[in-house]
């Protein structure tokens, strides 16, 4: 049956959403958590998509994966405290390069994104159903 | 011999699957939408038609399970990704997607609709027939 297929287009498209969303939540979460100037702390995380297809004899119907996950190379962000203890001899202690307005940016289209897979999955199922009442009344 | 009743249901049959067909592929592009490089597909729908009912009541597709088997004629019409092509789009982004979200949900609750028509239409001729059969009694 070819419509069972947007249900798996529709739900590989949600989990690669939620990880996405994954990625943003782990972001805000450490976007305050200080290390040593010299590195080794936190790096902003961006999840990349793939297209991937459901099977040799529908080769119309691509599904979406997680390919993997980059780190972001920018340098840590700098900040002036030397009583922190984590500051270095010229009172400079680094914050991962966490941009928050990018991840709000990320959460807002990675929760769209999601709503409307979620939409499609909805439209789906209401397809396949008025599909199994043809005979009846 | 084909009878009326036939080729209605083998026209409502064939657009039906290609309805479904076209509904896979917007959400394929649906749940592409974030996907890099993924270029956004349709299916050309009048030439898939003319070529699924070209080919009813011809002969009947058969998969084959060897290389040495011979091709037993599959029907044109639903050869694996025939009558797909790419959109034309209006504002390609930086990552080289091409999906435009908002013409994609539009065309995918246009298919929806058209879907349900199909269906309406399978329901009444099954009714017409039921009426038919009973007239008798």
């Known amino acids: ?137 | 011999m084909p009878s009326k009743i036939d080729k209605e249901l083998a026209f409502i049959q064939s657009a039906l699957n290609l309805r479904a067909r076209r509904q896979e592929i917007l959400a394929s592009n649906i749940a592409n939408s974030d996907t890099p490089n993924y270029k956004a597909r349709d299916l050309d729908f009048r030439a898939a038609l003319a070529s699924a009912m070209g080919a009813v009541g011809g002969s009947v597709a058969l998969t084959k399970t060897s290389a040495r088997h011979l091709d037993a004629g599959a029907s044109s019409g639903q050869a694996a990704g025939a009558h797909v092509k790419f959109r034309a789009t209006v504002q390609p982004s930086l990552d080289g997607n091409t999906v435009d979200p908002d013409v994609e949900r539009a065309h995918f609750t246009e298919n929806a609709l058209n879907y349900q028509f199909l269906v309406d239409r399978a329901t009444s001729t099954f009714r017409t027939l039921g009426r038919a059969l009973e007239s008798g009694r």
């Open chain 1, 1 to 137: 049956m070819s419509m069972n297929n947007v249900f798996h287009i529709a739900a590989s498209a949600l989990t690669a959403q939620s990880m996405r969303l994954n990625a943003v939540a782990s972001n805000l979460a450490n976007a305050d958590s200080a290390h040593a100037s010299t590195g080794g702390g936190y790096k902003a995380k961006q999840v990349v998509f793939q297209a991937v297809g459901l099977g040799k004899t529908t080769p119309w119907a691509q599904g979406v994966r997680m390919k993997e996950v980059v780190e972001d190379q920018r340098p840590s962000r700098l900040v002036y405290d030397p009583k922190h203890p984590l500051a270095d001899p010229k009172g400079y202690v680094a914050y991962p390069n966490v941009d928050p307005v990018e991840e709000m940016v990320n959460m807002i289209s990675a929760s769209r994104s999601y709503q409307t897979n979620a939409e499609v999955m909805t439209t789906a199922r209401n397809l396949l159903q008025r599909t199994l009442a043809i005979t009846q009344n």
